[in-house]
């Protein structure tokens, strides 16, 4: 054998094995791409006018004191994800992170032990206490007896606590609007998020750029929102769309009086 051949002798086996390691890293990121991953995918869900209907049937039905016929709106909004039998792999969840209509959340956060109905009682729980709260804080905020005026809210199967600030400000607009004639809304398309409990004090929510994306795309373009997610609401805000933080319903509704009337108004 010369001296010529003998790198080359040497190297095969090198070679061999380097062929061999690749086709395993290749298969191994084969498997990876199609192996569900713990994780659920969201994504902007519908959103409904607490002023108006959802399914055909009121939102609001209140009883015990005048109701006022109301402009504009004030929308709630949510956000939809896939089911716990749904695939979710390497690479769909990484398509997801690039779009800005997507995300991607831990499986467990979104369905408690993955299990839908217990999330779905959960979230039916959590929409039933927003609603008392919400109906609560209104009429607190407006000094009127919850022994007397009664709120009911039917918005279909929607769970989860996130519509209370925007039920409450629907039951204010309902039942004094601005407090001179007017709206609430100054006949704008609003929507908003955040919990809200009894003394009207509002809570962050989680999913606000899935939000704020379901909210533009149904014509809004102001969003309230809780203080503590103004830099998350920041994330892909639709052009367009205001972004108004509050902590509390006065808060709320006062930020709508100085939109009415040109004030100044808090922003993120």
Not at 52 to 71: E, F, H, K
Not at 157 to 186: C, E, F, H, N, R
């Amino acid at each position: 054998m010369s001296d010529s051949r003998l790198p080359k002798a040497l190297t095969a086996p090198r070679t061999r094995a380097l062929a061999l390691c690749g086709a395993l890293v290749t298969a191994l990121f084969g498997v990876a791409a199609f192996v569900p991953l713990p994780y659920t995918l969201t994504w902007p869900g519908v959103t409904a006018d607490t002023l108006g209907s959802y399914q055909d049937r009121p939102v609001l039905t209140i009883t015990g004191a005048p109701v006022r016929a109301t402009d504009g709106q004030l929308r709630m909004v949510t956000i939809s994800a896939t089911s716990p039998g749904e695939r979710t792999t390497f690479w769909r969840s990484l398509q997801a992170w690039f779009d800005r209509d997507e995300a991607v959340r831990p499986t467990d956060t979104v369905y408690p032990q993955g299990n839908p109905a217990k999330a779905e009682e959960v979230t039916a729980r959590q929409m039933a206490e927003s609603q008392n709260s919400a109906a609560m804080a209104a009429l607190s905020y407006l000094h009127l007896s919850p022994d007397q005026v009664k709120v009911k809210v039917d918005l279909g199967d929607i769970g989860g606590p996130s519509a209370g600030q925007m039920l409450a400000l629907g039951i204010v607009d309902k039942l004094a609007g601005d407090g001179k004639g007017g709206d609430l809304t100054g006949g704008l398309k609003i929507a908003g998020t955040g919990t809200i409990d009894d003394q009207g004090t509002i809570g962050a929510v989680g999913g606000v750029p899935l939000k704020t994306q379901a909210a533009a795309r149904d014509g809004a373009t102001v969003f309230l929102l809780p203080k503590d997610e103004c830099t998350d609401a920041k994330v892909n805000t639709p052009e367009g769309l205001r972004l108004v933080p509050v902590g509390t319903l006065g808060e709320a509704v006062s930020a709508l009086e100085a939109l009415r009337n040109g004030g100044g108004v808090p922003s993120c």
